[in-house]
């Protein structure tokens, strides 16, 4: 009985706290698709704001998609073979070049933008392009990707696994691509799921590095939410989740840890 | 059963191994490996089993200067993937990406074997070590003792030039370690492969060894035939690695060694012993009315069954050991006499 009530008791504070943080999304949703948000409900639904987001913002949401996925890919070229290689060699320079890799998370996005802004702003055709906006997105998320990765590595025996890849006949390559790769799948998938979500929703970094003609998501929901009435910045939110929640299920079910079962010996 | 191809005879030539940090992990070692035969490298942890095992592998490379040959060829600076070295490894080194076929497949699929025949070896594999119900298992979905069947068949299936295997039992519990340890002896026979296993269990290293190699401190300290290395062995540290050794300290005259606990005749004792040595089995408990032998005390008597061991004290440091098959029981604090078998005594 006593846990019963305990259980209780958990399920409702659960409950509670999800409520509080599911609320305000349903709400922003119906302020989407409601006629006007401050009449209510009754003034009826309709997808005019939808609509209107998609005619007017519909660039920026394919820009989004597009960066982040092209920052995933940077990321898993540069990312997984540093995690490796900073997972093979623990030296002081691997230390070291782990901590700095920490760097641009620590410090605010602002501040390495005005850097990136400063250093590289005056090559015109780059500063224009949205190439200019990955560089900032790869270098805030890149350190996501080799901390996921790395950690799944740090945590099998990865040196001997190889060596017992080796003892079989497999060169280097053969075992990156059979050994180490598959192994480190959990982390590379953690990782990714990191880049993609943290690349399609930076606004920091990206509001002062974007121009009128790189307008990311993000950015376009601040003006959307700045500039124009509340129902189009809430229909907004929905665009952007229907595009989202797919791409992050999806993820989501690739990175599902396999179960793990243990079978006792059998005596034969 | 499986061909393995003409056995491997394997030589180290001033291998000696000095790490990054400056540790001395081998002195200059020189060694020959007969075809065929199973050696046994024995000694304490960190004499440098492991380490002269991977110089064998091709893990790791020994110090300038020093040669590894394989049938009389230099391979000293091939590495493990081009030696066709099978290994296995103390913690097993499975792919827990693969299941228990993918584990002892992969090394044929790596020469590129054909699908057909990688799946019969694996089968034949499967078989051999009684695993073939689990062909399909994750390894996470193993046990122990199962693990090391599939780490032994993933060695071997490439049909290997030498089988190395570091420690293969030591994660396991005693039981199954024996099971295992004749399963491994029967495999090597039957293979007649080339065959080095590392352990620090000397009992291991006894049964399965051809010859035993005694390390300590990064040197050899005996090669020899289990007999050799037990009952002749070459320094007191391998004298007393291995089995139980008792010890005696007094001086030689005329043939009579003598100590606190009495007189000893040994014809053949050579003038200078000072210190005699041998095995709990080469002590006979006398008969109470004979008149020579050392006097003792027993200290401790634990009864075995088969046999009696007893801890007697004759006045040195330590007790003296006693095997005794008698049938008599002994209390603590009886009085004994002891003869020892003049064949079994050693000064060294
Ligand atoms: N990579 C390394 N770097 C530095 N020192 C090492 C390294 N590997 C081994 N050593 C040292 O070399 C010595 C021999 O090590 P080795 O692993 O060969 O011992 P071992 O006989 O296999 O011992 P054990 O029975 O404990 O496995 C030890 O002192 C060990 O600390
Ligand atoms: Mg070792």
């Not at chain 1, 409520?19 to 005019?48: D, H, K, M, Q, W």
């Not at chain 2, 008599?328 to 064949?343: K, W, Y």
Request: net charge neutral; hydrophobic share 50%; with cysteine.
């Amino acid at each position: 009985m006593k846990h019963r009530g305990l259980f209780l008791l958990q399920l409702g504070f659960t409950l509670l706290v999800s409520a509080f943080l599911i609320v305000p999304v349903i709400l922003s949703i119906l302020a989407g698709l409601t006629v006007n948000y401050f009449v209510g409900l009754e003034s009826g639904l309709t997808l005019r704001w939808v609509i209107e987001v998609w005619t007017g913002y519909r660039e920026t949401i394919f820009l989004s998609i597009g960066l982040s996925l092209a920052c995933l890919a940077v990321t898993l070229v540069l990312g997984v073979p540093t995690a490796y290689v900073l997972a093979k060699r623990q030296t002081a320079l691997t230390r070291a070049i782990e901590e700095l890799l920490v760097m641009p998370v620590a410090v605010p996005g602002l501040a390495t933008a005005l850097a990136l802004i400063v250093t590289y702003g005056s090559v015109s055709g780059f500063r224009t392009s949205w190439a200019f906006i990955l560089v900032g997105h790869v270098l805030f998320t890149l350190p996501f990707m080799v901390r996921s990765v790395l950690a799944v590595l740090s945590a099998i025996d990865l040196q001997t696994l190889e060596e017992g890849a080796a003892s079989l006949g497999a060169g280097f390559w053969s075992r990156f691509r059979d050994i180490v790769l598959p192994n480190c799948r959990a982390g590379i998938l953690a990782g990714s799921l990191m880049v993609v979500t943290l690349s399609m929703g930076e606004f920091n970094m990206t509001w002062l590095l974007h121009t009128p003609f790189t307008k990311t998501l993000p950015v376009g929901l601040a003006d959307a939410y700045a500039s124009l009435r509340l129902e189009i910045g809430s229909a907004y939110t929905l665009v952007f989740f229907l595009m989202i929640m797919p791409l992050l299920l999806g993820l989501q079910a690739f990175a599902k840890p396999r179960p793990v079962k243990f079978v006792a010996e059998e005596t034969e | 059963m499986t061909d393995i191809g003409k056995p491997l005879a394997i030589a180290l030539q001033g291998c000696a191994k000095t790490f990054a940090d400056g540790t001395r992990a081998l002195e200059p070692l020189d060694l020959a490996i007969h075809a065929g035969e199973t050696i046994v490298f024995l000694g304490p942890s960190g004499c440098g089993k492991t380490t002269t095992l991977r110089i064998i592998a091709g893990l790791e490379e020994p110090d300038a200067g020093g040669k590894v040959l394989f049938d009389g060829v230099d391979v000293t600076h091939l590495p493990i993937e081009q030696r066709n070295v099978g290994m296995v490894f103390q913690s097993y080194a499975l792919f827990p990406n693969m299941t228990v076929a993918g584990n002892i497949g992969y090394g044929l699929k790596i020469r590129k074997t054909p699908d057909g025949q990688i799946r019969a070896r694996v089968a034949e594999m499967l078989a051999m070590m009684q695993i073939t119900k689990l062909a399909d298992r994750r390894i996470d979905q193993l046990s122990g003792g199962q693990r090391q069947r599939v780490a032994l068949a993933r060695a071997i299936a490439v049909r290997p030039r030498a089988l190395l295997l570091d420690e293969p039992l030591t994660a396991l519990d005693a039981k199954l370690r024996d099971t295992l340890r004749l399963e491994i002896d029967s495999l090597l026979r039957s293979l007649g492969i080339t065959a080095i296993y590392v352990t620090h269990d000397q009992a291991e290293a006894m049964a399965l060894g051809d010859r035993i190699v005694v390390m300590e401190h990064g040197r050899v300290a005996q090669i020899g035939k289990p007999r050799e290395i037990y009952q002749r062995p070459a320094t007191r540290f391998v004298a007393e690695f291995i089995g139980t050794m008792n010890r005696l300290t007094g001086t030689t005259q005329n043939g009579v060694f003598s100590c606190r606990a009495g007189d000893l005749a040994w014809n053949e004792a050579p003038g200078h012993a000072t210190e005699i040595l041998f095995r709990p089995e080469d002590i006979r408990i006398a008969e109470s009315d004979e008149a020579s032998g050392l006097h003792g005390k027993v200290a401790a008597a634990f009864f075995l069954g088969d046999r009696t061991r007893l801890f007697v004290e004759v006045g040195e440091a330590r007790p003296l050991v006693v095997e005794s098959t008698a049938r008599r029981e002994f209390n603590h604090g009886d009085a004994v006499r002891l003869s020892i078998d003049p064949r079994g005594l050693l000064v060294l």
